[in-house]
């Protein structure tokens, strides 16, 4: 299916939309200078294919995932978005190897993915880090199993947390982190390995609005820094649009490919922008469309708030003293 592409057309003068990006085959990369108009350009590495994934669980008459194809470019931001227990984890586990589907296959840069590796590092919602570990000690952990050198491991952790502004915690222990430091303690040791592509199952949903926008923005720096291609699985339709390249929204019961959108907005984006609220309406109209669609289905029930209040322009004790 092609996906729909966003054309901001009044932010052309303010934001500088995204040109066509020769790749480099450089796997590191650096960030962009601070005003600098070119974008870095995009890694390699990371071609991800899902092809005609089908996937049901025993006790359910409905798949969980029905005849799902989605391709995700390198360098690439793809968000998938949609009602709980719309296959969002389901097809991020096939990606990962974790779950094999019924039928289908996955490949990663051309290799036939038949169970996790290491070129698909994988951050759920709860981080995974040893407790008994400090955090230079997580992300080192990964580097001494492939039996790297000591010198070359304390290189790559330093980077690592560097990546994630972290450098002056590799001492703390897990339970000395807040919890977004503990998720980018576990984006770094993800990174460290140099995946071809990061997977991420909503791994900023048990963080607070204020952490959760911090870690958009570093997120955001890192991919530009990186160039990894993402695959990132979330219900908040904010963070969709704040992040991705393109969103796909599925579709529940059974699981599949409602709709995508191609976001032409350049990185690193301003958050609190007019187009990523426009876009925001488009893919919250669309999610509200599919739970209504899926209660109707199940419940017969269809449901819709009733229309906001107006309020008077004249009405200046609104807000008065802000
Ligand atoms: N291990 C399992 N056994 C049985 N059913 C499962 C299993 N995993 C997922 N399902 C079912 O498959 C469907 C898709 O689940 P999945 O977890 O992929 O949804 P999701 O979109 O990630 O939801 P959420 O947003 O709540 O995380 C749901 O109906 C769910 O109940
Ligand atoms: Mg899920």
Redesign the pocket.
Known sequence: MAAEVFHAERVESRERRVPPQPSDGNPKGSLPPPGSSSPPPRGTRGRLVLQNINKS????N?P??KDVTVVAEPGEFLVLV????????????VAAGMLKADSGTVEIDGQRVTQPGPDRAVVFQDHGLFPWLNAAANIEFGLKMKGMSKSERQDRVADALKMVHLSNAGHKLVHELSGGMRQRVAIARSLVLDPACLLM??PFAALDAQTRTLLHAQLQELWLNTKKMVLF?T?SVGEAVRLADRVII?H??P?RVRRELKINLQHPRDFDGPELTELGHIVRKEIEDEVNRVNVHLANDFWSPEKAAHLDPGARSVGDGL
């Open positions: 669980f025993p006790g359910s409905v969980a995932l949609g009602p709980s227990g719309c296959g969002k984890s389901t097809l991020l586990n199952d909503e699985v219900h599925l529940s019961y699981g």
